[in-house]
């Protein structure tokens, strides 16, 4: 299974972006999916999520109302819609996805394959 991450770039605050997730060798639409971020001297944090079944989101307080998890199933990809961003958003952004039998979206240690990162940089 392998996951690129893709779409980070420097930002004004108030901006949007979109991170993509590549997908290979695992189908998006029966396995959960994550978006997770890392700043500097920080550990890493849950952002959104989407599980297999229901296909229900979930999202971090920090970002409900202005980011958006969706994915597409013909393309098996995933995205990250980030719109009115803000400075304390910036940050390495990893897709990640689990086994079948994980219990919990939010939790990094559920997830057993991460992409590579793409970083987000929002200035104010």
């Known amino acids: 299974v392998q996951l690129q991450a893709s779409g980070g770039g420097l930002v004004q605050a108030g901006g949007s972006l979109r991170l993509s997730c590549t997908v290979s060798?695992?189908?998006?639409?029966?396995?959960?999916m994550g978006w997770f971020r890392q700043a500097p001297g920080k550990e890493r944090e849950f952002v959104a999520g989407?599980?297999?079944?229901?296909?229900?989101?979930n999202y971090a307080a920090s970002v409900k109302g202005r980011f958006t998890i969706s994915r597409d199933n013909a393309k098996n990809m995933v995205y990250l819609q980030m719109d009115s961003l803000k400075p304390e958003d910036s940050a390495v952004y990893y897709c990640?996805?689990?086994?079948?039998?994980?219990?919990?979206?939010?939790?990094?240690?559920?997830?057993?394959?991460w992409g590579q990162g793409t970083l987000v940089t929002v200035s104010s």
């Open positions: 990640a996805t689990g086994p079948i039998s994980m219990t919990s979206i939010v939790s990094p240690y559920e997830y057993n394959y």
């Open positions: 060798g695992r189908t998006v639409s029966t396995f959960s």
């Open positions: 989407i599980r297999w079944s229901p296909s229900s989101p």
